[in-house]
């Protein structure tokens, strides 16, 4: 089909129409599951609770508390994914979990880095001091991205913060880290090495000896523990001997 109509005065051009295009449907919402709703209305409970000025953040109405034991109310998790989501109001919705925020992993890799030169260098206050920063970066991850990401960084902070408390001969919070570390990511050797010195420095060579054992059932090829495995069995005979 054609015809010619004008466009400005003293123009005139002709066209074709094809056939009119289907007009997209719109897309039907899936149907609710009875029985989840069910799960949902019995575990629903209603509660009482206040904006805050910077009106991303809930309090609970009583004690305009964050989290409120009194109340039985924790608003913690949830204000924080307001405040992330009123910082990038350009997002949306949350993106996938393949999605990585590079910066806040430079950031944590540059201040262990600081951490690390402070060790080489014997400075184990400042190291302590930067490895506790990157940790604390490390946690700040949105709840969307993997959380396989900040285990791995998180562990290794930690891990090398255990190792500085060692050096610095603060047996107890080394033996706290490396505990840490092994409740984040229990299949990693270091974790289970940080720990046997720890006891080590505290004399508990019977208990070293199985935090070694432990990490030798996860990796039973590794070098590093079968060594010093050998070494604290060396320090127990030693020790019997005198």
């Not at 149907?31 to 991303?56: G, K, S, W």
């Not at 009583?62 to 989501?85: F, G, P, Q």
């Given at each position: 089909?054609?015809?010619s109509?004008?466009h400005?005065?003293?123009e005139s051009h002709?066209?074709?129409h094809?056939?009119?295009q289907p007009q997209p449907?719109?897309?039907?919402l899936?149907?609710?599951?009875p029985?989840?709703?069910?799960v949902?209305?019995?575990?629903?409970?209603?509660?009482?609770?206040?904006?805050a000025?910077?009106?991303?953040t809930l309090?609970c109405?009583s004690?305009?508390?964050?989290?409120?034991s009194?109340c039985?109310?924790?608003y913690v998790n949830?204000n924080?994914l307001s405040?992330?989501?009123a910082?990038?109001?350009?997002?949306?919705a949350?993106?996938?979990g393949?999605v990585i925020?590079?910066n806040l992993?430079q950031a944590v890799?540059?201040?262990?880095?600081e951490g690390?030169a402070f060790y080489k260098?014997?400075?184990?206050?400042?190291a302590?001091g930067r490895?506790t920063?990157?940790a604390?970066?490390?946690?700040?991850?949105?709840?969307?991205?993997s959380n396989?990401?900040?285990?791995?960084?998180?562990?290794?902070?930690?891990?090398?913060?255990s190792a500085?408390?060692?050096?610095?001969?603060?047996?107890?919070?080394?033996?706290?880290d490396?505990?840490?570390v092994?409740?984040i990511?229990?299949?990693?050797?270091?974790g289970?090495f940080?720990?046997?010195r720890?006891?080590v420095?505290?004399?508990?060579l019977d208990?070293?000896?199985?935090?070694?054992q432990?990490?030798?059932?996860?990796e039973?090829?590794?070098a590093?523990?079968?060594a010093?495995?050998?070494?604290?069995?060396?320090?127990?005979k030693g020790?019997?001997q005198?």
């Amino acid at each position: 089909m054609s015809h010619s109509h004008s466009h400005a005065p003293g123009e005139s051009h002709t066209h074709s129409h094809g056939p009119p295009q289907p007009q997209p449907q719109p897309q039907a919402l899936p149907t609710a599951d009875p029985a989840f709703l069910a799960v949902i209305e019995a575990d629903f409970r209603p509660v009482t609770l206040t904006v805050a000025a910077d009106n991303t953040t809930l309090l609970c109405e009583s004690h305009k508390l964050e989290k409120c034991s009194a109340c039985n109310l924790d608003y913690v998790n949830l204000n924080r994914l307001s405040k992330i989501l009123a910082q990038n109001p350009n997002l949306k919705a949350p993106p996938p979990g393949n999605v990585i925020s590079k910066n806040l992993s430079q950031a944590v890799n540059n201040t262990k880095e600081e951490g690390n030169a402070f060790y080489k260098m014997h400075k184990h206050r400042e190291a302590l001091g930067r490895y506790t920063m990157a940790a604390s970066i490390a946690v700040q991850r949105p709840p969307w991205e993997s959380n396989q990401l900040m285990r791995e960084e998180l562990s290794t902070v930690i891990s090398n913060r255990s190792a500085s408390y060692f050096e610095s001969e603060d047996y107890i919070s080394a033996l706290a880290d490396a505990e840490t570390v092994i409740a984040i990511r229990r299949n990693w050797s270091k974790g289970h090495f940080r720990k046997a010195r720890a006891l080590v420095g505290l004399g508990a060579l019977d208990e070293a000896i199985e935090a070694l054992q432990v990490g030798l059932a996860f990796e039973p090829n590794n070098a590093e523990l079968s060594a010093y495995l050998q070494d604290v069995q060396g320090m127990m005979k030693g020790g019997r001997q005198s």
